[in-house]
């Protein structure tokens, strides 16, 4: 419904996939770590404003169920405090707000970080564009004549001293590029921004991009979502908005879109080869015991050195509730996936940070874009050493951008 009320007047009712193919990773890893660990493992699905899988809910469940062991699986092919932040942040809250007693239910964490320079990836990426090219361009066109535009979620160049994930976005860019660069010469990042007033984004934006490979003479334009690892509205709306505006000013040029990575048995299969690691090392250690009374203030935990740094962070804060993209599902998420009080991003997205305050006019509102984390869950019966493992991510998508998965808790595949 939220889909229908955002997008029926411009968009022609569409309705994003992001979260049926996020089911269908969730589902593909999920059975693919049961293939080594049993039940032992179950995947959970997490959104970061996505009712009924926000993570203290999700995280209720994942007690109820009697896990004791949780991996933290974002699956975001870029970390930002954008997504991967606010995923553990909404964790760390949920697992505070769960915690009650002289002992912590919660008895192990891991988290996996971003996947921009696993090789696996990189190669996966290569050889769908390669093919691609070999489908539908190779007969018409020579190698020099086509034009690859690897697109990036875009990104804020400042983001009040955090990780923006420009870093990552640019090295995961570079590797791809390098693989390329040999057989097509016309290669060009193509930032997906949010082109807010007054903030400094990555350049070029994917539509500038593809308009300057297009006058180095490419005849053929290839738009492909290296930056996410789940379609969204973005992959698919904003890039069509694109090419549109690059076929009207080059109407001589063929342009090809491609899909994410999505549900392609390779990339399943890997995602669930990162985990396993993890996974043997949470089922193998000894319990981290937590009393969460210690740690209160005041409490005979709480320790002090009795004078003072004089450091304050009073003005750190971190509002995430002004982004609403109905893709990403965000209620509270006036496109404020990032909700940040400093940088706030009203385009629908989730970038909300009070100080770039982006008031992008454009509602995005996609359910289906809440981003998921993974979490893995492992419990016991019994026996302390016999901690069965659950993952939850998120999408988050992802990823952002849009991103919910399994047992392990991780958010949408975007770093913005």
């Not at 593809?210 to 053929?220: D, S, T, V």
């Not at 991003?345 to 989730?350: D, I, L, P, S, V």
Request: glycine share 8%; charged share 15%; hydrophobic share 30%.
């Amino acid at each position: 419904m939220f889909d229908l009320h955002e997008w029926g007047h411009q968009h022609g009712q569409f309705i994003s996939p992001h979260n049926a193919i996020f089911e269908r990773q969730r589902a593909g890893i999920e059975s693919r770590l049961q293939e080594t660990w049993g039940d032992r493992v179950q995947v959970f699905k997490a959104f970061n404003f996505c009712q009924p899988f926000l993570p203290h809910q999700v995280l209720a469940e994942i007690k109820a169920q009697g896990f004791h062991k949780i991996l933290i699986y974002p699956l975001l092919v870029v970390d930002s405090i954008f997504t991967s932040g606010i995923a553990v942040e909404q964790v760390n809250q949920a697992l505070g707000q769960l915690g009650e007693g002289d002992r912590h239910w919660v008895e192990g964490v891991r988290y996996i970080p971003s996947f921009y320079n696993e090789p696996e990836y990189i190669n996966l990426l290569v050889n769908l564009v390669e093919s691609k090219v070999e489908e539908e361009l190779a007969q018409a066109y020579l190698p020099s004549q086509i034009g690859i535009i690897l697109m990036n979620h875009g990104c804020p160049f400042e983001a009040k001293g955090f990780t923006s994930g420009i870093d990552e976005s640019q090295a995961l860019y570079e590797l791809v590029r390098s693989r390329l660069i040999h057989r097509f010469p016309l290669i060009s990042v193509g930032w997906l921004n949010h082109q807010t007033p007054l903030i400094k984004w990555t350049q070029p934006n994917a539509e500038l991009a593809a308009n300057n490979l297009a006058e180095l003479g490419a005849k053929a334009l290839v738009f492909m979502p290296i930056g996410f690892a789940t379609e969204n509205h973005e992959t698919l709306l904003d890039v069509e908005h694109i090419m549109e505006q690059v076929l009207q000013k080059h109407p001589q040029v063929t342009a090809v879109q491609m899909p994410c990575v999505n549900d392609h048995p390779a990339f399943l299969e890997m995602a669930a080869h990162w985990a396993n690691g993890q996974i043997a090392d949470l089922l193998m250690a000894d319990p981290w015991v937590v009393n969460p009374s210690l740690g209160a203030p005041g409490s005979k935990g709480h320790t002090s050195h009795g004078h003072s740094h004089g450091h304050s962070h009073g003005n750190h804060s971190h509002s995430h509730g002004g982004h609403s993209h109905s893709e990403h599902s965000h209620s509270e998420h006036s496109h404020s996936e990032h909700s940040h009080s400093e940088h706030s991003h009203n385009h629908g997205e989730k970038h909300s940070h009070s100080e770039h305050s982006h008031n992008h006019g454009e509602k995005h509102s996609h359910s289906e874009h809440s981003h998921s984390h993974g979490e893995h869950s492992h419990k016991n019966h019994g026996h302390e050493t016999d901690s069965h493992g659950t993952v939850i991510h998120e999408n988050g998508h992802f990823s952002a951008d849009d991103r919910s998965h399994p047992g392990y808790i991780h958010k949408s595949q975007n770093p913005g």
